[in-house]
């Protein structure tokens, strides 16, 4: 059986001097081989083909056959690791929180244990007739985070 842990060193150890870097990896008990990886500016399918074929290169099938698939996550997928994040500076997010709030806002800042996101919606300011805009800036902690959705809009 093809083990996890051997198909992420080989990975890794080759994305370990690129933009590259692997978002998830699984691997089941009839050999079905799942990467997902991403680029601090996107992954082209180029890279996909890359890795797949540094992958089949070590692995022989006269040993023992596996189904690979190397992709990069969809744009309706979950942000899975913090890298994820700096691609998506200036993109408006959807933050699910652990307590069950959620904030959409666009990502200002990643820090190393925090994101920065600025939120913009109309409020009724006491005193006055007509709602406004008004502007804040939420700083979110990595532990506080259950999950995280990129807002794909089309205007």
Known sequence: MISEKSIRAL??????????????????????????IDGDEGAP?????????I?????????EDFELQVSTPGADQPIKIWRQYNKHVGRELEVKLIDG???TGVLEEVKPE??????REKRRI???KA?????????????????????????
């Open 45 to 53: 399918i180029s890279d996909c083909v890359k890795v797949s074929r």
């Open 126 to 128: 006491e005193g006055r």
């Open 11 to 36: 990975v890794e150890g080759e994305l370990a001097d690129s933009h590259l870097f692997i978002v998830d990896l699984k691997v089941s008990s009839s050999n079905a081989i799942r990467v997902l």
């Open 131 to 155: 709602k406004e805009w008004v502007e804040e800036t939420h700083n979110i902690g990595a532990a506080a985070i259950k999950e995280t959705k990129v807002i794909i809009s089309f205007k």
């Open 55 to 63: 992958i089949e290169g070590s692995l022989d099938r006269e040993v």
């Open 101 to 103: 709030a959620k904030i």
């Open 114 to 119: 925090e994101l920065v996101l600025k939120t």
